[in-house]
């Protein structure tokens, strides 16, 4: 069962180059090296903090165990720590309600994430709104659902809808329209709780170097 690590922070004010510098030649390398594959790393545009959300992707909760049990870990999130603020982490496994194949690192991509739990007793319900109307919908406003999780390890909410976009403009014109408003209205005022949505720009910390990796292939 593939499962996502993902850890939130702030950065420490006036550390930022600092940071930067570790983050890229240290932190995401010791990941890397230890089998928890960068996926993507996040700003918070737009809604509820911490503003930097880091992912990565292993192929089992053993293997993510495994790695993060390791001194090396220990020592590099130590590290981590004197550059930032906030921190806390999740560990999130597919719900399966949404298709989502082989998931992987998507270059340049803006997300637009919804968080919310589903009410006790109306789970076949839910399931079935989100198959037939919720994917649907957000298909066809250009913002499509690219994966469903749920929390394992964590703070709630506890589900997690991921839709990706090329830009921020995609996102503001897909949520600014009576289609998007009519399926979150339905979704919150018969299946839901704790509603609250998210937009993430790409930080360019994961991203760009996968990029670039990828075009020195043909060289």
Known sequence: MTVLFTQ??????????????????????????????????????????????????????QQLDHALSTDEYQDVTNRLMGYVTKYHSKILA??????????????????????????????????????????PTMERLGVPVVAGWRVVVGTGPYIV?????????????????????????????TYVTDYHSRILAPTGRIDIPYFMQEMMKGF
């Open 94 to 135: 597919p719900t399966g309600r949404v298709p989502m194949g082989d998931y992987k690192i998507q270059t340049g991509i803006w997300k637009f994430n919804q968080y919310w739990n589903i009410i006790p007793g109306m789970e076949e319900e839910y399931t079935r709104f989100v198959v037939e109307d919720h994917l």
């Open 8 to 61: 939130h922070w702030d950065v420490e004010p006036g550390k930022q180059n600092a940071y930067s510098d570790f983050v890229m030649t240290q932190y995401n390398p010791t990941l890397e090296r230890l089998g928890i594959h960068l996926v993507g790393g996040y700003y918070v545009a737009v809604g509820m903090g911490p503003r930097i959300i880091a992912v990565g992707l292993t192929k089992d909760l």
């Open 161 to 189: 809808s991921e839709s990706s976009a090329r830009s921020i403009v995609d996102i503001a014109r897909a949520i600014d329209t009576d289609d998007f408003r009519r399926v979150v209205r339905k979704l919150k005022t």
